[in-house]
Nanobody
Framework: QVRLVESGGGLVQPGGSLTLVCTTF????????MGWYRQTPGKQRERLAF????????YDDDSPKDRYTISRDIAKNTLQMQFNNLKPEDTAVYYCNAWDHVHGRDYWGQGTQVNVSS
C-alpha cells in the first residue's frame, strides 16, 4: 500500500525559509515521478515541480523556481522542497504526489499547511 506523508509545514515570517519533506511508504522514489503541488482556498491545485524516476527535474513555468528547490533522498526514499525568501502569497496547503506511470496510478499525501505571515 502506497502512502505519502508530508511534514515540515508551519508558520514562517516573510523572507524566511522552510523545508518540506515527503516520507514515502510502499513506493520507491526512483521508479515513479515525484512532485510537489500547492492549493489555496477557492483555487485549483497548482503544480510546482517534479523529479522524474531518472532524476531529471522540471519546474512548472509558473512556479517561483528561483525560490524553490526540489530534491530527493534516495537512501531515505523521501522527497524534499526547500523554500527561500517566502512571501505571504506562498501561503497554501502543500501536497506531495507520486505518479506511477507504469501502472497508471496517482498517489497523494494529506497535505501540510504553510502560513507565511508576520
Amino acid at each position: 500500500q502506497v502512502r505519502l506523508v508530508e511534514s515540515g509545514g508551519g508558520l514562517v515570517q516573510p523572507g524566511g525559509s522552510l523545508t518540506l519533506v515527503c516520507t514515502t511508504f510502499g513506493v520507491d522514489v526512483t521508479t515513479v515521478r515525484m512532485g510537489w503541488y500547492r492549493q489555496t482556498p477557492g483555487k485549483q491545485r497548482e503544480r510546482l515541480a517534479f523529479i522524474f524516476s531518472d532524476g531529471g527535474i522540471r519546474y512548472d513555468d509558473d512556479s517561483p523556481k528561483d525560490r524553490y528547490t526540489i530534491s530527493r533522498d534516495i537512501a531515505k526514499n523521501t522527497l524534499q522542497m526547500q523554500f527561500n525568501n517566502l512571501k505571504p502569497e506562498d501561503t497554501a496547503v502543500y501536497y506531495c504526489n507520486a505518479w506511477d506511470h507504469v501502472h497508471g496510478r496517482d498517489y497523494w499525501g494529506q497535505g501540510t499547511q504553510v502560513n507565511v505571515s508576520s
